[in-house]
């Protein structure tokens, strides 16, 4: 069915790049509100409705994250080979489907499952489908597109945190949850269908079929950089899901609701800057920069708490970071390979990221029961460390391959 619905949009003129920003800004505020940052505060609520333990609903959402992380692969192939507008259609009604199983659930085996659906949707139409969707549109000068969505999608938790615990003082969960479906269904899939309208420039079409195998210097470049963004990713992961009690356990106390709340200011002011830094930069140096600002900053906390001001340091620079990271994961790519197979290359970079992502926030608590808070940070801070090193090595062989003369270049002009 889902080929069906993909091979069914007609062609239209093509769209403006800055109105598929425009419209992928709204599309992922909403998916990353309805489907990620409002489970937080909606997972208790059900809990306790179904008589489920709430641990088991978040390792229901592990396990969605992990299915949608090894689904991601044959997410990109598809993308490249229909449009990313097609594919995120689609996805945005299985989420609205598994949002409304959610809202109707006798019980919390169904709701489980309807989370693990939510979350392998969720792979359909978020960050990695949609900065695929503004290469199809920009072709190789996305790199600006991209920077421009995460500044608007980066309001997604300000808004729907403080919008999901207002709808729970006057809606249970489950009309919430409704609500979201709606939202998915009546929203999201026809921004998303606007996009699929346009027909692919004729220089992409087929593409990613036509695309010959990546030497093999290129193949060591794209999995050094997947390995050091999805350390990275665990190191980022584990902490946010962790931040309060983290922050808590290592002698913040109540100032920790006060300092995690910095984090979204420090991602917005990061990616604001992006837009007006130089746009023929390579995207190597944002991106080491962002990995190594990620255990710079779990470094100044355990070295600074519990005073306060460490805090503070602390959570601007792992803003600075993750706001950074969720720019380059997109742009580095585009940068080293090009549009050629972009949606593949990022469903298998998302595949690795994800299924780390998945174990971190259960590792971090693991590791802050069994050795304390203070060396679990340091054990986190060690696997960044390795992301950068990743990335590191993938910028030395970058220049390597760059000082080499191409074999089928001329004698420079005197």
Request: glycine share 10%; net charge positive; with cysteine.
């Amino acid at each position: 069915m889902g080929v069906v619905i993909i091979a069914s949009f007609g062609s239209r003129p093509p769209l403006a790049p800055v109105l598929v920003v425009w419209l992928l800004g709204v599309s992922q505020i909403v998916g990353y509100g309805t489907l990620y940052y409002s489970y937080a505060i909606l997972a208790g609520k059900a809990a306790a409705s179904l008589h489920w333990p709430e641990p088991w609903l978040f390792g229901a959402f592990s396990l969605g994250l992990l299915l949608g992380g090894l689904a991601a692969p044959e997410i990109g192939r598809r993308i490249d080979r229909h449009s990313a507008g097609a594919v995120m259609t689609l996805g945005s009604v299985v989420a609205a489907l598994a949002l409304i199983v959610a809202s109707l659930a006798p019980n919390g085996l169904v709701f489980a499952a309807a989370v693990v659906v939510m979350q392998v949707a969720a792979t359909l139409v978020l960050y990695d489908a949609a900065f695929t969707a503004l290469v199809q549109a920009a072709g190789a000068g996305a790199h600006q597109r991209i920077t421009q969505l995460t500044l608007i999608a980066g309001f997604a938790s300000t808004i729907f945190w403080p919008l999901t615990a207002w709808l729970t003082s006057v809606l249970d969960w489950r009309a919430i949850y409704l609500v979201f479906a709606l939202a998915n269904l009546l929203l999201c899939a026809p921004l998303h269908a606007l996009i699929a309208r346009r027909p692919r420039p004729p220089a992409a079409a087929g593409e990613a079929a036509r695309a010959p195998a990546p030497p093999r210097a290129d193949r060591w470049l794209m999995w050094l950089m997947t390995l050091g963004f999805a350390l990275s990713g665990f190191a980022l992961s584990g902490v946010l899901a962790q931040m309060v009690p983290l922050l808590t356990a290592i002698g913040l106390g109540g100032s920790a609701l006060f300092v995690s709340a910095l984090f979204g200011p420090a991602q917005f002011c990061i990616r604001f800057g992006t837009l007006f830094a130089g746009r023929n930069r390579h995207p190597i140096v944002p991106a080491l920069v962002s990995l190594a600002a990620i255990p710079a900053s779990l470094a100044l906390l355990a070295i600074g708490a519990p005073a306060v001001a460490a805090g503070i340091l602390f959570i601007v620079v792992f803003g600075f970071g993750s706001g950074l990271k969720s720019i380059v994961q997109g742009s580095l790519p585009l940068a080293l390979f090009g549009p050629a197979s972009y949606g593949a290359r990022l469903g298998v970079m998302a595949s690795v990221r994800q299924v780390l992502a998945s174990i971190a926030p259960f590792i971090l608590a693991s590791a802050m029961e069994a050795i304390g808070a203070r060396p679990a940070l340091w054990l986190v801070a060690g696997i960044g460390l390795l992301g950068l090193a990743c990335l590191a090595e993938t910028a030395r062989r970058m220049r390597r391959q760059a000082a080499r003369p191409h074999p089928a270049s001329g004698p420079a002009a005197g």
